[in-house]
């Protein structure tokens, strides 16, 4: 793809071109540094985005259903709240209560690659540090101020030290949430 071409889908403007089109006619798809930036797009661009993904998919592969290969990694299973049909949370000191540290993660990462994995899903409960003191001092002790903080570090870890794409779901967040939360 042009230098220009990518420049244009990446700044992905009212008037800009569509980024589909650009596609489509180079037959290329961007880089990762491209592909990052697509995924910065503000509300007001995703949409356009999100079409422009749908014709390039039913250009180039019509009909074809694609998933990932993922490898499981529940961060951890500690959770405020306590909804009735989840079978995931603990609290801590039940059996099964865990919170992997950085070690572990990494550990199910590269079993993953061994596999032929390409995303790490990450799960977890809902800001248990605001419930648990045992959780706030895991935290504490290595080094992060939040769950969602630590699952930021965990996901760029990933990113950083394996050929896997973290894919988190951190469920409800807020627009405070994020590196200083």
């Given at each position: 793809m042009s230098g220009r071409g990518l420049?244009?889908?990446?700044?992905?403007s009212q008037d800009a071109i569509d980024p589909a089109a650009e596609l489509e006619s180079e037959k290329e798809v961007p880089g990762r540094e491209g592909a990052c930036q697509l995924l910065r797009c503000d509300d007001q661009e995703l949409p356009a985005l999100l079409a422009s993904?749908?014709?390039?998919?039913?250009?180039?592969?019509?009909?074809?259903?694609?998933y990932s290969r993922k490898v499981f990694i529940p961060l951890t299973n500690l959770c405020r709240d306590y909804c009735g049909y989840c079978t995931f949370r603990r609290d801590p000191g039940q059996p099964g209560a865990h919170t992997m540290t950085p070690d572990e993660v990494m550990e199910v990462v590269r079993a993953g690659e061994r596999l032929g994995c390409t995303e790490a899903l990450?799960?977890?409960?809902?800001?248990?540090?605001?419930?648990?003191?045992?959780?706030?001092?895991?935290?504490?002790g290595l080094g992060y101020k939040s769950t969602l903080q630590y699952l930021e570090a965990m996901c760029e870890r990933?990113?950083?030290e394996s050929s896997l794409l973290p894919h988190p779901n951190p469920g409800l967040m807020s627009a405070e949430c994020g590196s200083d939360a």
């Open positions: 420049k244009d889908m990446v700044n992905l993904a749908r014709r390039v998919r039913t250009r180039f592969k019509p009909g074809v259903v694609t990450f799960s977890l409960g809902d800001k248990p540090e605001l419930l648990f003191p045992e959780m706030r001092d895991m935290l504490h990933v990113l950083r």
